[in-house]
């Protein structure tokens, strides 16, 4: 198992390669710093690390950015039912020390590959309803699959339905997977089952009998 897969196991100690390799990993003692805070705690404000390192909120912000450009950091806005979540991922500094180490596995590069594939794949569906794709709106289609981990093909359906209600937004398509996910539908088989037993319900349904009163004034 290599560094990255370790770190996504969630039991990696910082290992020694990390500081041997850190000039190529890192922009800066400073910003490694910042970036150590986000590998302790993803949740971590930025704030709250200013507050803890004696640094201006502006610093830290500054050392955020340098951290993206430089590839050590990943930061994801996600847009939860109105409110704007950001989450702070340091794993692309193992993926690169494994590439610098000559250690990504097989499996890994597999993945990766595979994973690629299903990213390309929904961004093509995407795009032929929606037009051109943003950057921004890559990172919530990769984070749909690798991250929430809805399936591809329900992702689609997901899609279709928006299509269908005239809703085309990633917005409403992200609200309908939550709604499916809350009522325990987790792949295209169990939705379409539901939606079935919905119109079955619905055609087996008694008609009421539609009164009129006679004493009405409808002679």
Known sequence: MNYYEEYRNGHLILPKALMAHFSVL????????VWLYFYDNRDIAPSEIAKKTGKTLKEVNQAITALQNFGSLKVTLLDLSGEVETIFDVS????????LLGTTS?????????????LDDLVSTFEAEMGV?????LDELRALLFEDHYELALVKLALREAVLNRKLSLKYI???????????????QAVENKQSDFQSSKAHTPQQDFYIPMDGPWS
Request: aromatic residues 8%; charged residues 25%.
């Open 133 to 137: 794709i943003s950057p921004m709106q």
């Open 106 to 118: 097989d499996l890994a590069v597999e993945n990766q590959s595979e994973n690629k594939g299903q």
């Open 92 to 99: 692309p500094v193992f993926q690169h020390l494994d590439e």
């Open 26 to 33: 890192f922009p800066s003692s400073d910003d490694f710093l």
């Open 174 to 188: 992200k609200a309908i997977l939550r709604n499916w996910k809350n009522e325990g539908l987790t792949n295209v």
